[in-house]
């Protein structure tokens, strides 16, 4: 049998469901297999993605085809009196030692590994080392399966944790019942002061209303919606600000199973808001001044020149001094509407401020 001609189908059974129908028919009576009509050595040739038999010292005696394939050889010629350390990282005499002792006490060794193939590349593999009769066996057998895709999806899933366990928001899984199955430290900590057991299993009902807060957003989710707010807590005799999210738990079938809730302090954000616009309000306000003293700088300045010609010019003539009086005058009338209307411009803010 070649060993391109030997692949591996998977088959995930699990969205054909469950048919009790099937679970309940009776046993059958088939009577004795005919062994003698099955082809061991084809079995042998196509079972697992590598079998290796070595001596008790791990050095290759016979593979299948499969394992020539596997480990990127061209033939079994290139294997054949190769030790297992060659092909398995971490292998050592000492792991051999204790392969051959576990066999000959009638048990069996499972061990996860990487394996190195010809091209220098290795990849994750789980291989199970058994003896080949009965006590103390003279040959050991390995039977190698490559379980990269499980590795790499099971570091991604890891690597998600840790940085959901070490994010800065209170992230947790809840059912659409409100019920918490899961929450990371930061949620620990913001909502049952570190300890598990008064969050992990209590309800979402215990910190947070259920009219305006639980029930819209169980029922957001259920809809297969997001849901959002922000919400002002009193904590340790001061104010904060909580942002409060959560997402559907969708399974991989497309099924709800609960929403994951997101608890993000915006404390901080707010008060750089109220901040930011303070000082938004006291630049329009100094401008505002600015203007307004630009305003009544130049008819104070005129009605000031007036009263000095009034006060030094004693031999103006009368025309002159009408002037002077008609200067003087509306000056007057420009600084009084200036005043009227930084006076409305005054209340004008305190009304907002106060709202």
Not at 296 to 318: F, K, N, Y
């Amino acid at each position: 049998m070649k060993a391109n001609s030997a692949q591996t189908l998977k088959i995930d059974i699990r969205s054909f469901g469950y048919d009790a129908s099937y679970a309940n028919r009776e046993r059958r009576s088939v009577g004795m297999l005919p062994v003698d009509g099955i082809d061991y050595k084809y079995m042998f040739e196509s079972s697992y993605d590598a079998i290796l038999l070595t001596d008790r010292d791990g050095v290759i005696l016979s593979t299948n085809e499969r394992a020539v394939d596997f480990f990127g050889y061209g033939d079994f010629d290139s294997l054949e009196g190769f030790a297992l350390h060659s092909l398995i990282a971490g292998m050592t005499d000492a792991f051999m030692s204790k392969a051959a002792k576990t066999v000959d006490e009638g048990r069996y060794m499972r061990v996860q590994a990487f394996a190195k193939r010809l091209d220098g590349s290795f990849v994750a593999v789980e291989m199970i080392g058994l003896g080949t009769k009965s006590g103390q066996s003279d040959f050991l057998c390995f039977l190698i399966r490559d379980v990269q895709a499980s590795k790499e999806a099971e570091q991604t899933l890891l690597s998600a944790y840790h940085a959901m366990d070490n994010t800065d928001s209170g992230i947790g899984i809840a059912d659409l019942d409100g019920w918490i199955s899961y929450a990371n430290r930061k949620m620990l900590s913001m909502l049952g002061g570190g300890d598990d057991t008064k969050v992990i299993g209590q309800n979402l009902k215990v910190w947070f209303e259920d009219d305006t807060i639980v029930g819209p957003m169980t029922e957001a989710i259920a809809k297969g919606g997001r849901w959002t707010t922000e919400k002002q807590v009193a904590y340790r005799n001061a104010v904060r600000y909580i942002q409060i999210s959560a997402v559907p738990d969708i399974n991989e079938d497309g099924h709800t199973l609960g929403m994951v809730i997101s608890i993000v302090d915006t404390t901080d954000r707010r008060r750089a808001e109220i901040a930011e616009n303070t000082l938004e309000k006291e630049r329009l306000m100094m401008e505002a001044l600015s203007e307004a003293c630009h305003s009544i700088g130049q008819p104070a300045t005129v009605l000031l020149t007036g009263i000095e010609l009034l006060h030094d010019g004693r031999e103006l003539d009368r025309e002159s001094r009408m002037q002077v009086y008609d200067m003087c005058y509306n000056a007057v009338l420009e600084l009084r509407e200036c005043l009227k209307e930084i006076n409305a411009a005054r209340l004008s803010v305190k009304e907002g401020s106060v709202q």
